[in-house]
């Protein structure tokens, strides 16, 4: 064991091998395969039923339409007919979602998406995201907390999906320019409650 220790210090000393003793590029490439597309499992399942163990492999909830329970749990996913379980509502607090798996997001039933302290959502996930037909109808609410690679440029984006009626935002230390974010939501989305707790 000791010999195994001297080794593998050694090799953390070299510049050239210094990625392999980070851990931050281990669990980035682990979520970026938790992350990863499966087209032909969309094709076999339906997009409902891939987007929710995409969604819980990454740490997210889901609950499905005229349901109140939360799954939460990738091993206890409903079984049944494939058109059965609609996603209605993500909640992705701390989870690991990233833009590469945004590909499962053309759903049709989503009201509402809860992203908080996800530490990959970043502005091109909101820009992938307001550009799914599909929630451009059927979003109502959208809640971003402590999501720290969020700017006004991703929230901006937003405005695409039309029958969004509630936007809370907090604790986003990327958003520059709150009076702009106001001006152009009421403008695109007059309807629109949009709630901000930034500094």
């Not at 609410?141 to 809370?168: F, P, Q, W």
Request: proline content about 3%; some cysteine.
């Amino acid at each position: 064991m000791l010999l195994f220790g001297k080794i593998s210090q050694q090799l953390c000393d070299l510049k050239k091998l210094q990625w392999l003793c980070d851990s931050r590029y281990f669990w980035s490439w682990l979520n970026a395969v938790f992350n990863k597309v499966d087209y032909e499992r969309i094709r076999d399942v339906g997009p409902d039923r891939a987007a929710s163990e995409w969604l819980l492999r990454c740490g997210a909830m889901v609950r499905y339409q005229g349901q109140e329970k939360w799954q939460r749990d990738y091993n206890s996913l409903p079984t049944g007919p494939l058109d059965k379980y609609k996603i209605q509502v993500i909640d992705a607090t701390d989870s690991c979602i990233m833009g590469i798996g945004f590909d499962h997001m053309g759903l049709k039933h989503v009201e509402k998406i809860r992203f908080c302290k996800c530490n990959y959502i970043e502005d091109d996930c909101l820009k992938r995201l307001s550009q799914f037909e599909n929630l451009q109808k059927s979003m109502l609410e959208m809640e971003i907390i402590s999501c720290g690679n969020v700017t006004d440029k991703g929230i901006i984006a937003l405005h695409h999906l039309r029958n969004l009626k509630y936007l809370l935002l907090s604790d986003l230390p990327g958003i520059r320019e709150k009076e702009n974010l106001v001006k152009a939501f009421k403008t695109t989305l007059p309807a629109l409650e949009l709630k901000l707790e930034l500094k």
